[in-house]
């Protein structure tokens, strides 16, 4: 019998086998609930319609469940997701926790580190090197670029 992954004490919806499972529709839910930390970054509720292939040699089966993603990070339909699921009652949970690209606690340390990264490399340049995207023809920044004698650049 595979373990016990998850679920409440009566055993109803008990998650009994991980798995995988292909989006097949996600939307911001009509029940939207939004969370906002106290850094202002917010995750709010999608309702996702799964292909769901338990392991383990059950049917796969299709389901819905709700999950929280960042409204600026969330998966496309056809992306494959980890998953627990209980064929027997046909339900499933999203799995997250090992997920780089929609666990708001991986993603955005991750974030945190490659900002933190680039300002270090900025803070460590010598004087005189050019900002980050700046270019010799004034792109970049979208602020007008100005030559020494006053003309526009570029």
Same mark, same amino acid.
């Given at each position: 019998?595979?373990?016990?992954?998850?679920? @409440?004490?009566?055993?109803?919806?008990?998650?009994?086998?991980?798995?995988?499972?292909?989006?097949?529709? =996600?939307?911001?839910?009509?029940?939207?609930?939004?969370?906002?930390?106290?850094?202002?970054?917010?995750?709010?509720?999608?309702?996702?319609?799964?292909?769901?292939?338990?392991?383990?040699? *059950?049917?796969?089966?299709? *389901?819905?469940?709700?999950?929280?993603?960042?409204?600026?990070?969330?998966?496309?339909?056809?992306?494959?997701?980890?998953?627990?699921?209980?064929?027997?009652?046909?339900?499933?949970?999203?799995?997250?926790?090992? @997920?780089?690209?929609?666990?708001?606690? =991986?993603?955005?340390?991750?974030?945190?580190?490659?900002?933190?990264?680039?300002?270090?490399?900025?803070?460590?340049?010598?004087?005189?090197?050019?900002?980050?995207?700046?270019?010799?023809?004034?792109?970049?920044?979208?602020?007008?670029?100005?030559?020494? @004698?006053?003309?526009?650049?570029?």
């Amino acid at each position: 019998m595979a373990p016990d992954l998850g679920g @409440d004490v009566l055993g109803f919806h008990r998650m009994t086998q991980a798995g995988k499972a292909k989006v097949v529709a =996600i939307e911001l839910s009509a029940h939207g609930v939004s969370h906002t930390d106290a850094r202002g970054r917010s995750t709010s509720r999608f309702d996702v319609v799964l292909d769901v292939y338990p392991e383990g040699g *059950a049917q796969p089966f299709r *389901a819905e469940t709700h999950q929280q993603f960042s409204p600026l990070r969330f998966p496309d339909p056809g992306e494959e997701l980890a998953v627990r699921c209980n064929p027997e009652k046909q339900a499933v949970e999203i799995d997250l926790s090992n @997920d780089a690209r929609y666990n708001p606690k =991986i993603f955005r340390a991750e974030n945190d580190r490659q900002r933190q990264e680039e300002h270090d490399r900025i803070l460590e340049a010598p004087p005189g090197t050019p900002p980050a995207g700046d270019s010799p023809s004034g792109g970049g920044s979208g602020v007008r670029k100005f030559g020494d @004698d006053g003309e526009l650049l570029g």
